[in-house]
């Protein structure tokens, strides 16, 4: 038996990390105004924690989410996996040389990994796609921004999100 509505748990644990660093931030305050001397520093270090989690909090939220769409998205060993009914395909990260976010008339997002012996496409509404945030993070100097521009945006257009090569980002 549940005391939350449904839909409510659901806001809930997506305001989790938001209500935690909420808490680490009152911590951070309450060693701040309580203590002198070394305290200061540890709870400026605790404040600069719950920052970091909020600022990761804002970019995961700004990424393009799975929403049950086609197919299924798995990160195993450095390897992104996608299946679907047509058969399925992966790639490396560690071969990977460019990542782009395709974006169709209609709004909806499609992830390309381009590797050395070719490409998988990827939809942002698959099952399971959120796992591509965390898999990104292993790449130096990934364009967050321009994921996020690809997700709130209408209207064709081809977002750069990372390459191998830093200078085209740029």
Known sequence: MSFIRPEAAAQLRKARPFILAGLIGCFGFYILFTTRGTGYI???VVLGIAGLIVHDTIRRARFPKGDGGPGLVEVDERRITYLSSGGGASVSLDTLTRVEAHRNRRGHVTWIFYDEDGMLSVPASASGSD???DAMTALPG???DQAAAAAKGQGPDVFLVWTR???ALN
């Open 165 to 167: 090569d830093r200078k």
């Open 131 to 133: 796992v591509l945030f």
């Open 142 to 144: 990934v364009n967050y």
């Open 42 to 44: 540890a709870g400026a």
